[in-house]
């Protein structure tokens, strides 16, 4: 397994921008994908941005053109620039990594979007 550890949630202004990291505990290429989901109060969790092992990347409708997803793969961290927040994206947000033998999850870090 991988010890995942988010960072960077916090409370932020409608139209603000946050920024969340992942340290993970080995290298980002050792998965298939990094991705980052998130979970709304009374929502199920959905998957928000993916990042696979050669750098394609893909986003939820909601987010495209507001969130981007990066990794450092000198500090095994995986990121997501999220601009232009609104309310409805105020969730936790979970950072998974998945291969073929294994899917962790972090703790989460929790966003919230208010005025």
């Known amino acids: 397994q991988v010890q995942l550890v988010e960072s960077g949630g916090g409370l932020v202004q409608p139209g603000g921008s946050l920024r969340l990291s992942c340290a993970a505990s080995r290298s980002v290429f050792s998965f298939n994908t990094m991705n980052w989901y998130r979970q709304a109060p009374g929502k199920e969790r959905e998957l928000v941005a993916t990042?696979?092992?050669?750098?394609?990347?893909n986003y939820a409708d909601p987010v495209k053109g507001r969130f981007t997803i990066s990794r450092d793969s000198a500090q095994n961290t995986v990121s997501l620039q999220m601009n232009s927040l609104k309310p409805e994206d105020t969730a936790v947000y979970y950072c998974?990594?998945?291969?073929?033998?294994?899917?962790?999850w972090g703790n989460g870090t929790l966003v919230t979007v208010s005025s």
């Open positions: 990042i696979t092992n050669i750098g394609i990347t």
């Open positions: 998974n990594a998945r291969n073929y033998v294994m899917n962790s």
